[in-house]
């Protein structure tokens, strides 16, 4: 159907370009639909939309092509698409460690399907720019359409005007034509009355009626839209640096580190890890003669660092306790957006601290031996006419870019400490010795090699298991943070709240007017047209006519 391009109506009023019903009688301006006997589009009672709009411009044609309903879903299926292969493997983000090689893990694993998935980008789908582009696509085209619709719909509503004309009125798909025997004002007071018993609203001009009933409703698919703008923009903006965490942390028995993602400005302890297994008797035939774990429990206290804080910081933080809390599987310890979940344990045993001794080799005297923790051990030793000053402390002892000595992690996998040695038969200002307290594959050299002439006249070494102190347990916690999450809440419930407006309310109007006894009744309703005419057919018995409600179907006839 083409828009109408003479957009002045009989009646007077001046519509805008691309109204196809009159937006104060109703009737229609075109020709071709005036002519018409099938009944008449509804849809924002035939006002213009911007994306009708003649001669568009580049910004106009932008607007039209997200404004379409089509263009809506293909994006919503597409971003689902995308969203699905993102789930074929597990993404990079859910693996705890973040230095491993992420193209050699996936073809080892998978194959060359899981080569192909990691070139192709698909390994870190949510966080990739095409994924992204769509969320804003779909975000931009739900606002679009709505706009283009809801303000349309909101000027049709807004000043109804009551006397509609004949067409607008015996083209509806619900009509009643009848030449009444009784008053017009009467009549008409006591069909308003009936309509009004049915929770109808009002509005007379004299023999002519516009009653009205769940308007509310047709904003529930706008709402609608709000909540689901609400859900994407949340979604989006997880990428803001500090919205989104997900992180994880080990924790030794006893220990206190920092929480991993808050500048360490907050640091988690555990207390005690306990774990309970299932008795034998309580498991399945195919599982007895395993361990498996019942329940398993941190108990954690948080510090918040109230000085010194920091990496740079060269002196030991100030901590202040903000909260305890036994962290098990689906109660978290939580604390201003921070949650940490009970996620993994790790009962292998961890190096705390060994007792080595020192021996000259020249006279074979052995003194020791000396307390040497892992962590926050002391900086001055006094072996007999040895004295040792610790100068460096490695956690895991490895080489930089430069081939300088450095730690690469917080944990004492491979511990490594050099010591100022001072002492009979040794330079004044002292010799550096390095110390491993345990040898890994990735230390390809010994103790002896890097200490050069002074491993010959001194070692330290720990004599014996019983020397070696070793912790209990580890756990793995999960920590979170997830500043959107309300956000997304909100705007599902904006969306639901809007999908119950729209689906258990109907926006029922009934237009009629008299005019030398002739009685003309259209009726419309968005949905539930048998709900329609039964209201139509109860208020016109009201007044004296008996009518069954499906003859009021105009059934795409002229009345």
């Known amino acids: 159907m083409l828009l109408p391009e003479n957009t002045k109506c009989e009646c007077g009023h001046q519509n805008a370009v691309g109204t196809v019903l009159c937006e104060s009688c109703g009737k229609p301006l075109d020709q071709e639909l005036l002519q018409a006997e099938t009944p008449l589009e509804m849809r924002y009672d035939g006002v213009a939309r911007r994306s009708q709009k003649s001669n568009p411009n580049p910004i106009d044609r932008i607007w039209n092509f997200l404004s379409s309903v089509k263009i809506a879903i293909y994006l919503i299926v597409i971003t689902f698409l995308g969203a699905m292969l993102g789930t074929v493997y597990p993404q990079e983000s859910t693996f ?86 009784s008053d017009a004002n009467e009549w008409t007071e006591q069909f308003a009355d009936a309509l009004k018993r049915k929770g109808y609203k009002v509005h007379r001009d004299g023999t002519a ?30 990428s803001i640096p500090g919205w989104e965490m997900d992180e994880y942390v080990k924790i030794t028995d006893g220990d206190t580190v920092p929480v991993p993602g808050t500048n360490d400005q907050y640091y988690i302890k555990s207390e005690k890890f306990i774990v309970e297994y299932y008795a034998e008797e309580d498991l399945p035939e195919e599982l007895k003669g395993t361990m498996r774990a019942k329940n398993f429990e941190t108990k954690a206290v948080l510090y918040e660092c109230v000085e010194n804080c920091g990496l740079d910081s060269l002196n030991e933080p100030v901590l202040k306790e903000v909260k305890r809390h036994s962290i098990i599987v689906n109660d978290p310890l939580k604390y201003k957006g921070l949650k940490l979940y009970q996620f993994d344990f790790d009962l292998n045993p961890r190096l705390n601290a060994v007792h080595p001794v020192l021996e000259d080799k020249r006279t074979g005297d052995i003194y020791g031996p000396f307390y040497l923790p892992m962590k926050d051990a002391e900086t001055t030793h006094q072996l ?3 004295t040792l000053e610790l100068y460096a402390n490695f956690m895991e002892f490895g080489l930089d870019s430069n081939g300088d000595p450095t730690t690469l992690s917080r944990e004492p996998n491979a511990p490594a400490f050099i010591f100022t040695v001072k002492g009979p038969g040794l330079l004044p200002e002292g010799e550096p010795y390095m110390y491993f307290p345990m040898q890994k594959d990735k230390v390809r050299f010994s103790q002896d090699t890097i200490n050069r002439e002074l491993s010959e006249k001194i070692e330290i070494r720990v004599d ?96």
Request: proline share 2%; glycine share 8%; net charge positive.
């Open 464 to 559: 014996g298991m019983e020397n070696v102190e070793f912790s209990e347990a580890s756990t793995y916690l999960n920590v979170r943070v997830d500043r959107a999450l309300p956000y997304i809440w909100i705007g599902a419930a904006f969306s639901m709240i809007g999908l119950l407006m729209g689906s258990y309310w109907q926006h029922r109007r009934i237009w009629l007017r008299v005019d030398d006894s002739e009685l003309a009744l259209g009726a419309h309703t968005n949905k539930n047209w048998f709900g329609m005419r039964k209201d139509v057919a109860a208020a016109l018995k009201k007044t004296g006519i008996d009518i069954d409600p499906k003859s009021l179907d105009n059934g795409g006839k002229n009345a």
């Open 384 to 386: 007999g006419p040895f």
């Open 96 to 181: 705890i460690s973040k230095t491993f090689d992420a193209a050699s893990h996936y073809e080892e694993t998978y194959g060359l399907t899981g080569k192909i998935y990691y070139l192709l980008g698909l390994s870190h789908t949510y966080e990739s720019w095409w994924f992204i582009t769509l969320l804003v696509m779909i975000g931009a085209s739900l606002i679009i359409c709505s706009l283009d619709r809801v303000l349309p719909l909101y000027r049709a509503l807004k000043k109804q005007q009551i006397r509609k004309h004949h067409q607008f009125i015996l083209r509806q798909k619900t009509v009643y034509k009848e030449k009444l025997e």
């Open 209 to 238: 009626l516009l009653a009205e009933k769940n308007r509310f409703s047709r904003w529930g698919p706008y709402i609608n839209h709000i909540g689901l703008i609400l859900f994407l923009l949340a979604a989006l903006a997880r």
